[in-house]
């Protein structure tokens, strides 16, 4: 079956190191994007893909990239982890359909940064 | 720009009591309206969804439609079950075909036996 997988599930960094936070899907959608979500804001889009070496920025891209080499995956790097980005992270992919397509979350991965 | 609007949580409701999240968005035009729900400890998954006004939208019991004029997509459920605990998304993706999703900042529901 399809799916979409993160790594790792969890993660504890120190503030200033760099982190990595994989996101794999079998799904072969073109669209894939990464999310956070905070108590009080919902999930707010940080970065998102319509292709391979297509990326855009979404609303709290700051601190944050991305790079799409190929169709399954999309990894988010922290560049020099704050711990006002201590949260769960959230991918998601879907097929290009007018915006009416179903997007496919993956698990989530917690990120505490100290 | 773009916005979603829920009711604001914690709601709790016994077993078998009826269910309403209001939600109401902002857009041009004729946005598509999705319900994504998350279970404690997972990701989001689709609920249901319309992509058109008068379209409603069903599934696992739960109803939604897509009201042009008053610009809302209201959740609706007869008889909740534990089961049904969960935080629930109301979300809009832009007339005109962008992919993004815009979201509602969710509703925690407990149902209680």
């Known amino acids: 079956d399809a799916e979409i997988t993160q790594s790792p599930r969890h993660k504890i960094t120190e503030t200033g190191r760099q982190v990595t936070l994989a996101c794999h899907q079998t799904w072969n959608h073109n669209n894939m994007f990464w999310y956070r979500q905070d108590l009080g804001h919902g999930l707010r889009l940080i970065h998102y893909s319509y292709g391979v070496q297509d990326t855009n920025k979404g609303e709290v891209s700051d601190g944050y990239s991305v790079s799409r080499s190929n169709t399954e995956d999309l990894p988010l790097t922290l560049e020099s982890a704050a711990s006002s980005q201590t949260s769960v992270y959230f991918c998601?992919?879907?097929?290009?359909?007018?915006?009416?397509?179903?997007?496919?979350f993956g698990p989530g991965t917690r990120l505490l940064v100290l | 720009g773009d916005s979603v609007t829920q009711m604001e949580g914690p709601v709790t409701l016994s077993e078998e009591a009826f269910l309403t999240i209001n939600c109401t968005y902002t857009a041009t035009g004729y946005p598509s309206l999705f319900w994504y729900v998350q279970y404690p400890g997972e990701g989001l998954q689709l609920l249901l969804k319309?992509?058109?006004?008068?379209d409603k939208g069903s599934n696992k019991g739960f109803e939604a439609t897509y009201r042009k004029e008053t610009t809302s997509f209201h959740l609706e459920k007869g008889s909740v079950q534990v089961s049904d605990s969960a935080v629930y998304f109301c979300a809009l993706t832009p007339e005109g075909g962008s992919e993004k999703l815009v979201f509602g900042k969710g509703t925690k529901l407990t149902v209680n036996p």
């Open positions: 319309a992509t058109k006004a008068d």
């Open positions: 998601a992919s879907s097929e290009t359909a007018g915006g009416m397509e179903t997007q496919y």
